[in-house]
C-alpha cells in the first residue's frame, strides 16, 4: 500500500519580513516537531550568515507530523523556500514539489511584488494556495483591505482567508487544518519507474551530497541504483529518510512523498536543482519538465589583499564551487591587484553572501571589484564572444555589436510615488512596458531595462525614490545591442584594469568625472602626487589630482605620550589591511567599488 493519501506537500510564501519563518516556527512547536524549548528562533534558518540578516537563502524541509480534527494521523511535509529574487528558480522548483502554498501577507502591510512573483510561480506548478493574514496583533492591521488587496491585485477568493498572528501563535491550528482539508493529496504512479525531483542539495562531510527530493512515480530504497537525467551519471543509495527536524531514516521513500537520499555523492554540483533522478535499472523515458541549469549574471574579481593568500583563496572558492552549482570561477590575473579569480553569481546578493563566507569561513582578507555584467560582444569577423571583466573588452575597432542583458523589472507601488519612480526608469535607460491600476492606490510599473542599471544602484534608488514603498522584482528577456564603450581609469599614467567599466557612450562623460572625482576622495594622500584619469578609446576625459602629503601623521605626538604615538601606528596599520599596492600608490578596497556609486 502506498502512503500517499496521507501526506501533504506544501510550502510558505511570503514577502521578506511579513512572517514566514515566525510561522513556521509556531508549525513545528504545535505538531510537536520541536519542543518550544528546543526551540532556537528561528530554526528553519540554519547558517549564520542567513540569522544575521533574516533572510532565508538556503531551502530547508520538515516533516510535521499532525493528528487532524478527522481523527486521522497525517505527515505535512513543509518546504521551505528562499525568499529573494536571486534566488527565483530555486523557488520555482520548490514549488514543483508542493501540491500547495501558504500565502502569508503582513495585515499591516498588504500585498508585495516579490509576493506576487512567487504567487505567480505557484499558480504556474497549479497549487492550491491558502491565503493567511498575519502579524494581526498589529494595532496598523488592515485584514478587511489586505483580503481586497488580495482579491483584487491575485485574483484569489480571499474570504476564507485565515487571520493569524505567527507572533503569538494565533491561527495556527486552523492553518493546519487548512493544510490537511484544502491542499490535495499528492497523485503519481507509485508502481511506474522512478522519478524523483531535486529541490536542494548541501554537502556533509561525511556523506556527500545531502539531496532533497520529490518523488514523483515509483520509490527510492537504500541500495537502488539512480540515475541523474541531466547528466547520466549513476549512484548507489546510502540512505533515504526525512528531517522532523533531525535525520529520520526510512527504509522507502514512495511516490508523493519529500524527503532526502544520499549515495557518496562527491559534490553538490552532481546534484543539479530540477534535475530528475530515475533508476538505473528501469530508467523513465522523460524526465520532469522544469529543468534548466542556473546562469550566473553577476561577475567580479577577488583578490586576496595579501597575495600570500592566494593558494588559501584557491582552495576556498574551488570548496564553495562543489556545493554551490550557481557559483562559478576561473583564475584571472589583474596588472593591479596580481592574482586572482574571476567569480559569477545569480545576483547581488548571492555575491555578498559568498564573498562574506569566504571571509567569514575561511579567514580571508579580499579585495573585490566592482561587480558587472556580462556582454555578448561580436567581432568584426563575426565571431561572437561572452566578456565577463570589462578588461577583456577588445578595442574598439575590432568591435561590429556589444549587446547586453535585458531584464523585464515589475515594479509594485504606492501612486504617489508613480512619477519619481518613472523618472528614475527613465535615467537608467528602461522603456515602459506597462503601468497599471491594481487598486486605486497602488500600481504595476512594468519596465524593460538593462541589467547592468540594475546593478548598479538602481535598488538603492528605487527604495530613496519611494521612501521604501516600492518592490522590485525582474527576470531575463535576452541580450539587446547597445552603444557601449570602455572607461578606463589611469592612476599616475598606468591603467588599472581593475578599475575599467563599461558604460554607455552618452553617459561616459559624466560617468567618468563622478568616477575620477570620487577615486580623489577615497585614496589617501601619498607622499607623492598622485593623478587620477579617466579616459575613453585613450582619449583623457576627466583628470584629478591629490596632492603629495607633506607632514609625518606622528609628527604632533613628538614630545607626547609614546603609546599615543603607538595607537596612531597600529591604526595606520589596520587600515592598511584593505589596501592595495598599484604601482606606487596604495587603493583603498572603496575604491574599487566607487565605479558603483553614481
Ligand atoms: N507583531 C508581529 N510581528 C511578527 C509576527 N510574525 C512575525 N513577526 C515579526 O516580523 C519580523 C519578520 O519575521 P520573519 O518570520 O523573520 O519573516 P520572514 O518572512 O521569515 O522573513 P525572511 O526570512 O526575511 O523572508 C520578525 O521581527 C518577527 O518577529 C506577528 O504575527 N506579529
Redesign the pocket.
Known amino acids: 500500500m502506498p502512503e500517499a493519501p496521507r501526506i501533504r506537500n506544501f510550502s510558505i510564501i511570503?514577502?521578506?519580513?511579513?512572517?514566514?519563518?515566525?510561522?513556521a516556527d509556531r508549525l513545528l512547536e504545535a505538531t510537536g516537531t520541536v519542543s518550544a524549548r528546543q526551540m532556537k528562533a528561528?530554526f528553519l534558518?540554519r547558517m549564520d550568515i542567513e540569522r544575521e540578516r533574516?533572510?532565508?537563502i538556503k531551502a530547508q524541509t520538515v516533516r510535521l507530523s499532525y493528528r487532524a480534527a478527522d481523527g486521522e494521523a497525517y505527515a505535512l511535509n513543509l518546504i521551505d523556500t528562499p525568499?529573494h529574487v536571486d534566488f527565483s528558480y530555486e523557488v520555482s522548483r520548490s514549488l514543483a514539489a508542493c501540491e500547495g502554498a501558504l500565502l502569508?501577507v503582513d495585515a499591516s502591510q498588504g500585498v508585495e511584488a516579490q509576493t506576487l512573483a512567487n504567487v505567480y510561480l505557484a499558480l504556474e506548478n497549479d497549487l492550491e494556495i491558502i491565503p493567511v493574514l498575519?502579524?494581526i496583533?498589529?494595532p496598523s492591521a488592515d485584514p478587511d483591505r489586505v483580503r481586497r488587496e488580495i482579491e483584487d491585485i491575485i485574483g484569489l477568493d480571499a474570504s476564507a482567508a485565515i487571520l493569524?498572528?505567527?507572533?503569538?501563535g494565533l491561527g495556527t491550528e486552523e492553518i493546519l487544518e487548512a493544510v490537511v482539508r484544502r491542499i490535495p493529496p499528492p497523485g503519481g504512479d507509485p508502481a511506474g519507474p522512478l522519478r524523483a525531483l531535486i529541490f536542494d542539495s548541501w554537502f556533509d562531510s561525511y556523506q556527500g551530497a545531502v539531496v532533497l527530493v520529490r518523488v514523483v512515480d515509483g520509490a527510492i530504497r537504500p541500495g537502488d541504483r539512480i540515475r541523474m537525467m541531466s547528466t547520466g551519471q549513476e549512484y548507489e543509495v546510502s540512505r533515504v529518510g526525512h528531517f522532523a527536524p533531525d535525520a529520520v531514516d526510512r527504509d522507502v521513500l514512495g511516490a508523493g512523498d519529500v524527503g532526502f537520499l544520499t549515495a557518496a555523492i562527491k559534490s553538490v554540483r552532481d546534484t543539479r536543482v530540477g534535475d530528475t533522478i530515475t533508476g538505473a535499472r528501469r530508467p523513465a523515458s522523460a524526465p520532469l519538465p522544469g529543468f534548466r541549469p542556473v546562469k550566473a549574471m553577476v561577475f567580479c574579481g577577488l583578490y586576496p589583499v595579501d597575495s600570500a593568500q592566494y593558494d588559501q583563496l584557491k582552495e576556498a572558492v574551488e570548496k564553495l564551487w562543489l556545493n554551490d552549482p550557481a557559483f562559478s570561477y576561473e583564475p584571472e590575473t589583474s596588472s593591479a591587484l596580481g592574482f586572482g579569480f574571476r567569480c559569477g553569481f545569480l545576483g547581488l546578493l548571492h555575491m555578498e553572501i559568498i564573498q562574506e563566507r569566504l571571509e567569514r569561513e575561511f579567514e580571508l582578507s579580499l579585495i573585490s571589484t566592482a561587480p558587472a555584467v556580462p556582454y555578448e560582444v561580436t567581432l568584426a569577423d563575426g565571431t561572437v564572444t561572452k566578456i565577463h571583466n570589462p578588461a577583456q573588452m577588445p578595442p574598439p575597432d575590432r568591435i561590429a555589436q556589444v549587446a547586453e542583458p535585458y531584464v523585464r523589472a515589475e515594479i509594485h507601488l504606492p501612486k504617489e510615488y508613480v512619477g519619481a519612480v518613472m523618472r528614475l526608469c527613465d535615467e537608467k535607460r528602461g522603456t515602459q512596458a506597462g503601468m497599471r491600476y491594481l487598486t486605486p492606490d497602488r500600481v504595476l510599473l512594468t519596465y524593460e531595462m538593462p541589467f547592468n542599471e540594475i546593478v548598479l544602484d538602481f535598488y538603492d534608488r528605487l527604495k530613496s525614490a519611494s521612501r521604501g514603498y516600492a518592490s522590485l522584482d525582474y527576470d531575463f528577456i535576452g541580450w539587446r545591442p547597445a552603444d557601449l564603450v570602455k572607461l578606463d581609469i589611469l592612476i599616475n599614467r598606468q591603467p588599472v584594469d581593475a578599475l575599467s567599466v563599461i558604460v554607455h557612450k552618452e553617459k561616459a562623460y559624466y560617468r567618468g568625472r563622478d568616477l575620477a572625482g570620487r577615486l580623489r576622495r577615497v585614496i589617501p594622500r601619498q607622499l607623492y602626487e598622485v593623478v587620477i584619469q579617466a579616459a575613453v578609446g585613450g582619449r583623457v576625459i576627466a583628470r584629478e589630482r591629490i596632492p603629495p602629503l607633506r607632514k609625518d601623521v606622528t609628527a604632533k605626538c613628538y614630545g607626547g605620550d609614546i603609546t599615543r604615538k603607538r595607537k596612531l601606528l597600529e591604526r595606520q596599520k589596520a587600515g592598511k589591511k584593505r589596501m592595495k599596492q598599484v604601482g606606487s600608490v596604495e587603493i583603498p578596497q572603496e575604491a574599487f567599488l566607487s565605479v558603483l556609486k553614481v
Open positions: 511570503a514577502h521578506i519580513d511579513h512572517g514566514k519563518s515566525t510561522l528561528q534558518d533574516g533572510i532565508t525568499g502569508v498575519n502579524k496583533d498589529l493569524a498572528s505567527a507572533k503569538e
